[in-house]
């Protein structure tokens, strides 16, 4: 079962695209299904307002198992099957973890 700021890099559609891709796990709507946001790295379409950014040099970097700097792009929560999310790779660090919930809940109140 999924946990609240892990990171998994799978298959699911974001876009035009099935790629694998990671995603953040951000809440949980309801009994099992999980709502997670998808990462990228093409910094060219990164919004400083709108995406959760970890750079590669983040004192907490290594243990989001990701391979280059990633932003989380907050402004298209996916919700999946929580089963569906088998490919862990890492998860935010204490940091991160309070960098994104304070982005998260400006995010949120702008909607």
Do not use: Q
Not at 7 to 33: M, T
Not at 87 to 107: Q, T, V, Y
């Amino acid at each position: 079962m999924a946990r609240l700021h892990e990171i998994y890099v799978e298959r699911l559609r974001f876009k035009n695209s099935d790629d694998p891709r990671p995603y953040l796990v951000v809440g949980f709507p309801s009994v099992g299904d999980a709502l997670v946001v998808p990462g990228s790295s093409a910094w060219d379409l990164h919004d400083p307002r709108l995406d959760f950014a970890i750079a590669g040099d983040h004192s907490e970097f290594r243990l989001t198992g990701l391979k280059r700097g990633t932003y989380f792009v907050c402004r298209y929560p996916i919700r999946v099957r929580d089963a569906r999310l088998t490919h862990r790779i890492g998860a935010l660090g204490p940091k991160l973890s309070e960098e994104f919930i304070a982005l998260w809940d400006l995010f949120r109140l702008r909607e």
